[in-house]
Structures are given as C-alpha cells and as structure tokens.
C-alpha cells in the first residue's frame, strides 16, 4: 500500500477522427513526463474527439489504441487511463479502460450517455459502476456527463479518489468547475477531471479547466484553460484519513438501491 499516488493529466486539443494521430500526439506527451507517476489520466474519446460516427470509428479491445495504452503503460510503470469507442457484441461504447502496467483491463461503460448530442441514439449504456483497487488505492473512474448525476458516484464503496474524463464544452464550464468540487467535497474524496481543449469538426470548443481537488473541496492544481498541459499531483493517503476520522461525515450518507 502506497501512502501516496502521483497522477499525471494531460490537458490537450484533439485530433478528429485519427487515432493514428492522436495516440502519436499523446505518446510523445507521455515520453516527455521524466518523473515517476502512478496514473496517466487522458481525455473522454482520446483517439477521436466525441464523434457520434462510431460505426467509422469504433475499434475493438483488442485493437491498437488498447493495445498502445498497454505499452504505454508498461514503458511508464503507471495506469493508463482514458475512454475511447469499443464495438462489442454488435453495440458501441463510450468505454473507460483502466489500463496496468502489466497489461490488466479495467473497464468502465459511460452510464449517462448525453442525450443533447444524440449519444444516446447511438451508443449503449453502461450499467455498472468500477472501482479499481491500484497500489493500495480505491478508484473510480467516470466519464464526463457522469458528472451531472451524483447518485451514481456515490461514494458507498469508501473509495479514495474520483476520476473524470471529459470532453466538457465551453459555454457550460462553470458546471464543470462546480461539480468537480461539489462531488469531492459530498464523498469525501480526491477528485481530479481532465478536459480537453480546442475546437472540433461540429465546432465545439471546449476550454480544459482541467483540476485536482482534495477531500474538502480546495483546488489542489488546476491546469490554465486553453493551455496543451500536463500536471502531476501528489495524493497522500493521510488526508483522506485524517479528514474522514475527523468530520466523519460519509457515516450518516443515506442508503439507497438503484434502478
């Protein structure tokens, strides 16, 4: 057990529609981070910006961009982590793979599929939650309009940290901003969400505003919007600790069974 997880996000623009390009685009991002990291967190639909056109898009997970986050992740002895459109069982996903360095595949479906771009005519929801136990850590990871709907992150498992991935745009970014904190804050918890930037073929632009919060809400590490960045945070596990055995607020969350 580690007392402490170096996560490193990469805030960057994204190139439609080309994996080839992107996963190049990102391996050069990786190869350049020098310090020792435990997780590499990349954007929602890293190899093709948020398409609805999965039919021309999808890859399997077997494919080369799972199979790339596999030797990534064993180049940099850290998690990979970041979603991607799977064809599966003649239906598409928004998939999270959580990828180890020895070559383990943690899975995650996008629950909440964003109905206001048509996701949900096009892609199938998940239905169960992941939590990843890495290094002594418990994690979820989620993906970007999960965000919106903290029934599902509820944190009920007592995980450590939260994790988003997103293509989150600019004209809602304040909800981002706000939710990221709000979910650290009610599950008391880490909670980090990265975000891309630059503009995409429907002409969507999208600011980053990636972050990292603590178990009390407090900014840790926001990356400057619009800026092609990564950061690397330090978690200490005796922050979630010391904060949980002192408000003890998780105690008294509500029990619920969902639907």
Known sequence: MQDQ???AYLQSDLIWEDPKQNRKHFKQKI???????DVILLPEMFTTGFTMNAKDNAETMTGKSVEWMQKMANNKNAAVVGSLIIEENNAFYNRLCFVEPDGTIHKYDKRHTFSLAGEDKVFSAGSDKLVIDFRGWK?????????????????IEDYDLLLYVANWPKPR??????LLKARAIENMTYCIGVNRIGVDEKENEYCGHSAAYDVLGNVMLPIKPNKDLT???????NHITFYRNKLRF???KDRFTLE
């Open 5 to 7: 997880l170096k996560i």
């Open 31 to 37: 190869e350049d981070i020098t310090k020792p990291i």
């Open 139 to 155: 994690i979820c990871p989620l993906i970007c309009y999960d965000l919106r709907f903290p029934v599902w992150s509820r944190n």
């Open 173 to 178: 970014i304040q909800a981002w901003d706000a």
């Open 231 to 237: 950061e690397i945070v330090t978690l200490e596990r």
């Open 250 to 252: 998780l105690n008294d």
